[in-house]
C-alpha cells in the first residue's frame, strides 16, 4: 500500500504526538519513500534528496519508533547515534529530538558539539544519560577515546540505530578518518541510515565500510531540463546582481535596508571580513540588530544561532 500521510503509518502514540504538535499531516516524497523502509524491513538505507525534503523527520521518526520496540535501554546505553557534519545542523536536529522527547519522555539526550570542555560533556552523559546522542564527529570521537568511569566507547555497544545526516557534507569538510574512526567503536549488528544531497565516490566507500546491504533511496525535484541534476528544493528561488566591485558593498547595503522587516544571512569569506562588516553594518542600520557569527567563536556561536533563529521583527 502507498503511504501518502503519517496516520497511513501506524505510528506510536507518543511520535504521532510530537508529528501533530508540528502540524504535519502529509508526508514528503522522501518520508514517505523511507520511513517505510527503515520501519518494516529493518533495513540500512541510502537516501539521496535535496536540502528541505524533509530528511530530518524522515530519520527521527524511524530512531523514535525503533527504540521503543527495541526498550527498555539503561540510563547510559546509547540506542541511537545522529552524526551531523556542523554544530549548527546538530542544534537544529536536537531541538526537534527534544520535541519528540516531550512525547516520548523514557529516553534521554544529549548533544555533543563543542564549544565546551570534554569534562562537561563527560559530566553531562553521567548525570542525565545518553540514549540517543546527536553529535558532531570530533568531539564525538574526542569522547569515544576517553577513559573515564563512564565509558562511552562502552555504552554505545548497545546502539540500535546509527543515522549519518548529511552525509556528503560530512566527507567535504574532511571527516572522512574521524568518521571510520567512530565506526570502530560501534557495533555490526545496528541499522544505518545514510542522507545526503550527492553521491559520489568517497560516499561509497563510506557506505562499503559503514553498511551492510543498504536500500538506495533517490528522490529527485523534477526540473525544467530532464538531463539536469537537482541540488536544492524546486521551490528555492535564487537571484543575482551584476555590479562593479567598488560598488558592491553600497548595493549590499542598499538591499539590507530594503529587508528591515525581514531575517536576513549574508556569508563572507572569511572570519575577519565577517568581523570586519558586522561591525561596519551595525553603524548603518541602527533598527535591526547585526550579529557576526564565524568558525572562531566557540561558546558564543550557539547562543548567536539560537538569538537569530528566535528573533521576531
Known sequence: MEVQSFGDLDLSTGVQAAI???????????QAACIPIFLSKKKDVVVEAVTGSGKTLAFLIPVFEILQRRAPFKKHDVAALIISPT?????????LTNLFLKHVPEF????LIG????????????E???NIIIATPGRLADILSQNTEIKLSACIKALEVLILDEADRLL?????????????YLPKQRQTGLFSATQTKEMEDLIRAGMRNPVCISVKEKCVDANAVQRTPSTLSNFYMVCEADKKFSV????????ESEKCMVFFSTCASVNYFASVLKELIKNVPVIGMHGKIKKKRNQIFYDFKNYEK
Open 87 to 95: 554544530r549548527e545542523l546538530a542544534l537544529q536536529t536536537a531541538e
Open 20 to 30: 501533530d504538535e508540528l502540524g504535519f499531516t502529509s508526508l514528503t516524497p522522501v
Open 252 to 259: 549590499l547595503l542598499s538591499f539590507l535596508l530594503s529587508k
Open 115 to 126: 564549544g565546551d570542555r570534554v569534562a562537561y560533556d563527560l559530566t553531562k552523559i553521567s
Open 108 to 111: 534521554s539526550s544529549i548533544l
Open 172 to 184: 567535504d569538510l574532511g571527516f572522512e578518518k574521524t568518521l571510520n574512526t567512530i565506526l570502530g
Open 128 to 130: 542525565n544519560g545518553c
